[in-house]
């Protein structure tokens, strides 16, 4: 995709999607970085039911490590894998109390240091909680971002930094959030719906199959 391309692209998504935002809802930067390690093979709709009640009292790692893996995975038992997510969630707070008082950490190399953090999960906490500019590759944008052209990657670090390169560094973060949008609205995993897809005159793939 040329330069123009990628330009029209994202002044195309920018329209169509404009105010798009997390889909996680959260009031503080641990509550996000949780509610992200939660989401993990999870729609954020299921996370949202969960930590709704989670966080009327465990909202702070001061009172998640209160609990047992066993009595966190009970609540968090819905949104899958929660033996794993609750022993992640339970060390990654034990460290952030220990080695950052008790505060989130704002960067990329404390932040993927922590038990269970990974890059998209971190783009994710710096994007949206800290104001950094991040592209956070999660399944939508890894799918989408292949699809139409914006990156040719064969893993999420590759799409991650292409993006990277082909994105203007202020958009980064609002980028990120169209093109989940876009995933989940039009560019679907199974069938996307190309007929009505305002970007289609641009995407690599609509044009290959269309010949």
């Known amino acids: 995709m040329s330069e123009d391309d990628i330009k029209n692209v994202i002044d195309i998504l920018s329209k ?12 503080s930067a641990y509550e996000l970085l949780i509610s992200t390690m939660l989401s993990a093979q999870c729609t954020d709709e299921r996370v949202n039911l969960i930590t709704k009640e989670l966080y009327k009292e465990y909202n702070t790692p001061e009172k998640i490590v209160t609990l047992s893996e066993d009595e966190l995975g009970e609540k968090i038992r ?6 794993n997510k609750s022993k992640n969630i339970l060390a990654t707070s034990k460290v952030i109390l220990t080695k950052h008082g008790g505060k989130v950490p704002n960067t990329m190399e404390d ?7 990974g890059r998209k999960t971190a783009n994710v906490v710096l994007s949206n909680a ?7 590759v999660d399944t939508h944008v890894f799918r989408v971002s292949n699809r139409i052209g914006l990156a040719h990657g064969k893993n999420v670090e590759e799409v991650e ?7 203007p560094r202020e958009i980064w973060s609002d980028t990120h959030h169209y093109i989940i ?8 995993a199974r069938k996307p719906q190309c007929e009505v897809c305002p970007i289609a005159p641009y995407c690599e793939s609509f044009n290959i199959n269309s010949k």
């Open 161 to 167: 930094k292409q993006l990277m390169n082909n994105i």
């Open 181 to 188: 949008w876009h995933g989940r609205n039009i560019c679907k």
């Open 130 to 136: 800290f104001g950094i500019p991040a592209i956070a």
């Open 111 to 117: 932040l993927i240091s922590l038990p269970g953090v």
């Open 78 to 83: 819905s949104c899958g894998l929660y033996k």
């Open 16 to 27: 169509t999607y404009s105010g798009a935002k997390c889909g996680l809802e959260f009031k």
